[in-house]
């Protein structure tokens, strides 16, 4: 089993919709988790750490759910600029290194 | 936020010669700094861990010979591809981990677009 799982996509949608990312991680003694936000061809960027009582920015929002080793991204309302891929990130159980699954792409038109 | 640069932002080179990529963190002091390989349609992968004054950390199946890496200071590390082939050919990306922030951010650079020939 790969550490990171990701349902790879591409995930289109027109512009308006919600969308959600699943992710899985192997490693339950994981304790840190983020989605990060990669453009094409350009480094990854912190969308948004995930918390164990869930959390949300915006139009994002991210669960954790630690028993099924779950962890999701919902976007709301989707608009162009989200069109990207979508990284689902944990960090080591030695906390030293972040672990990526392959990332989701989202291609949001209008 | 905390910047990280890296130099070259693209290099194309021939078989066998030796690449140095640089990774800085601008703003801050990184005792810990990560290089990760990333190929078309892939995750990034961790290639090593560098640490400032001391050997670097390499993941399973990555050639510490082939890649060099020097973190000389706080806020500077290299890495070297020696004797590069075209298999070599990649997206190096480099990130450091600002000791400042509570959440464990790294901080990644704009990576190193690398074409071996």
């Known amino acids: 089993r790969k550490e990171v799982e990701q349902d790879p996509g591409p995930f289109n949608v027109p512009e308006g919709a919600t969308v959600a990312f699943n992710c899985t991680y192997s490693?339950?003694?994981?304790?840190?988790f983020f989605w990060y936000r990669q453009d094409c061809r350009k480094e990854p960027k912190l969308l948004m750490s995930?918390?164990?009582s869930g959390n949300e920015d915006g139009r994002f929002t991210a669960q954790l759910n630690r028993a099924s080793q779950y962890i999701s991204l919902l976007i709301r309302d989707s608009k162009l600029s989200d069109s990207a891929t979508y990284l689902c990130?944990?960090?080591?159980?030695?906390?030293?290194?972040?672990?990526f699954g392959k990332g989701t792409t989202l291609s949001v038109s209008s | 936020g905390a910047v990280v640069s890296q130099h070259p932002s693209r290099v194309i080179c021939k078989s066998g010669t030796s690449v140095k990529i640089e990774c800085r963190s601008l703003?801050?002091?990184?005792?810990?700094m990560f290089w990760y390989r990333q190929f078309p349609k892939k995750s990034l992968m961790l290639m090593a861990t560098?640490?400032?004054?001391?050997?670097?950390?390499?993941e399973q199946g990555v050639e510490k010979d082939k890649f060099l890496i020097n973190h000389a200071s706080l806020t500077l590390s290299t890495l070297t591809v020696t004797s590069a082939h075209p298999e070599d050919s990649s997206f190096y990306i480099c990130?450091?981990?600002?000791?400042?922030?509570?959440?464990?951010?790294?901080?990644f650079g704009p990576g190193t677009r690398l074409t071996v020939l």
């Open positions: 990130s450091a981990r600002d000791p400042g922030s509570p959440t464990n951010e790294q901080f």
């Open positions: 490693n339950s003694a994981s304790q840190s």
């Open positions: 995930v918390y164990s």
């Open positions: 990130v944990v960090l080591n159980q030695a906390g030293t290194a972040l672990i």
């Open positions: 703003d801050f002091q990184a005792t810990t």
């Open positions: 560098s640490n400032e004054g001391s050997k670097a950390t390499y």
